[in-house]
Nanobody, 128 residues
Framework: QVQLVESGGGLVQAGGSLRLSCAAS????????MAWFRQAPGKEREFAAA????????YYADSVKGRFTISRDKAKNTVYLQMNSLKPEDTAVYYC?????????????????????WGQGTQVTVSS
C-alpha cells in the first residue's frame, strides 16, 4: 500500500514557477514508477510527466516539455514537479500517481489506468 500526499500548489502569474511535491509512504517507494497528471475544469485528466522506477527514463507531455521537470529523491520518498514558464492553460488540479507495473514502452507510463495509487491533488492556478 502506498499513500501519496501532494503539496506546493498555489496561485502564480504567467511566466512564473512553482514546484510541486508528492510525499509517499511505504518502504517500497523506489520500486514504483511515478507520474504527475492534471485535470482542468470540464476536461479529462491528462498526463503531464513520469519517471520510471529506476530513474533511467523520464517522459513528458508535449504541452509541458521543456518547461516542466520531474525528479525523485528516494531518500525522502518524494517526487517533484518543477514547473517553469507557467501559462494560464497550465491551470488545473495536479495529481501524483504511482504504479508498480513496468513496461519497456514509454507510452505505457502516460496512461492513467496503469497507476495503482493516487494522491488527493493540489490546485495550480496561473493568472494572465
Amino acid at each position: 500500500q502506498v499513500q501519496l500526499v501532494e503539496s506546493g500548489g498555489g496561485l502564480v502569474q504567467a511566466g512564473g514557477s512553482l514546484r510541486l511535491s508528492c510525499a509517499a509512504s511505504g518502504r517500497t517507494f523506489s520500486a514504483y514508477s511515478m507520474a504527475w497528471f492534471r485535470q482542468a475544469p470540464g476536461k479529462e485528466r491528462e498526463f503531464a510527466a513520469a519517471v520510471e522506477w529506476s530513474d533511467s527514463n523520464t517522459y513528458y507531455a508535449d504541452s509541458v516539455k521543456g518547461r516542466f521537470t520531474i525528479s525523485r529523491d528516494k531518500a525522502k520518498n518524494t517526487v517533484y514537479l518543477q514547473m517553469n514558464s507557467l501559462k494560464p492553460e497550465d491551470t488545473a488540479v495536479y495529481y501524483c500517481a504511482a504504479t508498480g507495473s513496468r513496461h519497456s514502452s514509454g507510452g505505457f507510463y502516460q496512461m492513467n489506468h496503469v497507476y495503482d495509487y493516487w494522491g488527493q491533488g493540489t490546485q495550480v492556478t496561473v493568472s494572465s
